[in-house]
C-alpha cells in the first residue's frame, strides 16, 4: 500500500513531491483517525475503560494534527514576499511546535483521567471482541507509523516525523489498554486500567519533548552537516586560484531555502576579471548542485613575497600542533605607526571568554620564538560549520 502511494505521488506530482507527500500523509491519517477514533469511542463506552475512550480522543486529536500537517505544508510553500524575502518554509517547524503542544495536551489529559481511575478504580467489561478490535486498530496505527516514516525519509518534513511519532504512540497506548483489559479480567485487579494509563500518558509527555527538541533546535540554527560544507568547499576550492577558504556561515530558512556565504582566499596577482568570474561560476554551480544561495567575498593574498609566504606556512603549522581543529586565515605582516606586526584570524570551535585568553596567550607564545621582535594581534572567532 505504501509504495503504491508513493509510486503514484512520484508520477502525478514530479515537479513538487514534498508538498505532495505531506498532502497525502494529511489525507490518508485524517481520514484514518477519524475512523479509528468513532471505533474506540464506540468500544471505550461499552467497556467502561477510561484508557479506551482517552485513547478515542487522542485519535481525535491527531486528526487536528493531521490539519495541521496539511496547513503547515501549504504555507510553507507560499513563494517570497515583501514581508517574508526568504520565503516561508520555517512554518514547517512552527506547525511540528502545534503538533507537539497537542501531543502534551492529550498526555496531560491521559494522565489526570487515568489517576482519577486509580484512586476511583472501576470493573473494565471485558470482551474477547473489543480486544479483537482494539487489535486491529494497533495494526492500523502501525501501518500508519511506517507509512508517516516513509515519507519522512523522503521529504525531511520534521511534521512528519512528529505525526510518526504520535502514531507509534498510539499503537503502545492501545496495546497498553489490551493489557489492562485482560489483567483487569482474569486477574481482578481494578486499579490496572489507570496504572496503566499512567505510563502511556509519561510515555506521551516524553515523546512530546523529543518533538519539541527536534523541532526548536533546526528554529534556534543548527549547525550544517558535514556533507554540505565540504561539497561547497569543494565547489569553490575547484580552481587553482582559490587557495582556500573560512568563514563559511549557512544559514537555514526552511526547506528548499538555504543562505550562505563564505571567504575564499585568492591570489592578489591574479587579475581580478578573472577571478570574478571564477567565484561566479562556483555561486552557480553551488546553487544548481546543491539548492544553496551563496554570496563568496574575494580575499586577496600576496603569494609573491617570501616573507609573508614563510609566515604563513609557520602560523599554519604552529596552529595545527597546537590544535588540529584550528585553523589561521587573513595572515600578513602588518605595519602602524612604523612598526611592524603579524596579524591573523583564529578558527575554533566554540568557546567561552576564559578559554580564549588561554589560548590567545599559548599562540602569542608560539609566535614569540620563532617572530621575537614582531607584536601578534590574533582575532579568535569560533566557527559555524
Known amino acids: 500500500m505504501t509504495k503504491l502511494v508513493i509510486n503514484f505521488v512520484n508520477k502525478k506530482h514530479a515537479a513538487n513531491k514534498r508538498t505532495a507527500y505531506s498532502n497525502v500523509s494529511g489525507t490518508v491519517c485524517i481520514i484514518c483517525n477519524l475512523i479509528l477514533a468513532a471505533v474506540k469511542l464506540t468500544v471505550g463506552s461499552l467497556a467502561a475503560s477510561v484508557s479506551i475512550t482517552a485513547d478515542a ?47 502534551f495536551l492529550v498526555g496531560f489529559e491521559f494522565a489526570k483521567d487515568s489517576l482519577l481511575k486509580i484512586i476511583n478504580p472501576q470493573t473494565v467489561r471485558f470482551s474477547a471482541w473489543f480486544v479483537a478490535v482494539l487489535a486491529v486498530t494497533v495494526l492500523v496505527k502501525l501501518w500508519m507509523a511506517y507509512f508517516n516514516y516513509r515519507l519522512y525519509k523522503l521529504t525531511g518534513n520534521l511534521i512528519l516525523k512528529g505525526v510518526m511519532q504520535d502514531s507509534l504512540n498510539d499503537c503502545i497506548a492501545t496495546t497498553a489498554t489490551i493489557v489492562s483489559a485482560l489483567i483487569s479480567h482474569f486477574f481482578g485487579v481494578k486499579w490496572i486500567d489507570g496504572a496503566i494509563g499512567i505510563c502511556v500518558s509519561l ?7 523529543e518533538i519539541l527538541k527536534s523541532v526548536i533546535s533546526p528554529l534556534l540554527g543548527e549547525p550544517p552537516s558535514k556533507e554540505i560544507t565540504d561539497r561547497i568547499a569543494e565547489i569553490i576550492t575547484e580552481s587553482d586560484t582559490v587557495l582556500g577558504i573560512h568563514d563559511l556561515i549557512i544559514h537555514n530558512y526552511g526547506a528548499n531555502r538555504i543562505i550562505a556565504s563564505a571567504d575564499a582566499e585568492v591570489d592578489a596577482g591574479e587579475d581580478i576579471f578573472a577571478i570574478h568570474e571564477i567565484i561566479d561560476t562556483a555561486e552557480r554551480k553551488i546553487l544548481d548542485e546543491l539548492g544553496v544561495i551563496i554570496c563568496i567575498h574575494m580575499d586577496p593574498v600576496d603569494t609573491g613575497d617570501a616573507e609573508s609566504k614563510r609566515l604563513r606556512r609557520f602560523a ?44 590567545k596567550t599559548d599562540i602569542t607564545a608560539l609566535f614569540a620564538k620563532e617572530y621575537p621582535d614582531y607584536p601578534l594581534d590574533v582575532s579568535i572567532e569560533h566557527l559555524y560549520t
Open 57 to 103: 480522543v487522542n485519535n481525535l486529536f491527531d486528526s487536528v494534527n493531521n490539519i495541521v500537517t496539511l496547513t503547515g505544508t501549504r504555507l510553507s510553500n507560499k513563494p517570497d514576499d515583501k514581508e517574508h524575502p526568504f520565503g516561508h518554509g520555517r512554518v514547517e517547524y512552527v506547525a511540528g511546535i502545534v503538533v507537539a503542544v497537542s501531543i
Open 203 to 209: 510515555f506521551i509527555l516524553y515523546s512530546g519533548v
Open 316 to 359: 599554519t603549522r604552529a596552529v595545527k600542533n597546537y590544535n588540529p581543529e584550528y585553523s589561521v586565515h587573513d595572515i600578513r605582516i602588518a605595519e602602524k605607526d612604523d612598526s611592524k606586526y603579524i596579524s591573523f584570524d583564529l578558527a575554533v570551535p566554540f568557546c567561552d571568554e576564559q578559554n580564549k585568553q588561554q589560548i
